[in-house]
């Protein structure tokens, strides 16, 4: 899951979305947005499927890239420490 909180281009708004984040001033969800990305849609086609800013769909795809890569990095240290701890 990614913490969107931090992210300049992403806000929840209660109304929209059901308070879902969302890409800044539109009702598209930053999931999905990464969802489709994930599935192999190229952020070009993803921008013009959803009439969004291409600049804006690639930084979505890179926070949420960099967002689990540093999840990743940190569950892999304390998995390393606890190995070592019970060795």
Not at 42 to 63: G, K, M, S, W
């Amino acid at each position: 899951m990614i913490d969107w909180s931090d992210c300049p281009l992403v806000e929840s708004v209660r109304d929209v979305q059901g308070g879902s984040p969302v890409l800044k001033g539109t009702r598209m969800p930053a999931d999905n947005i990464v969802d489709n990305f994930d599935y192999g849609v190229p952020p070009t086609e993803i921008a013009e499927q959803f009439n969004l800013p291409l600049d804006r769909v690639e930084a979505i795809v890179l926070y949420a890239q960099n967002s689990c890569r540093i999840m990743t990095s940190s569950r892999s240290t304390r998995q390393a420490s606890a190995v070592r701890h019970s060795e």
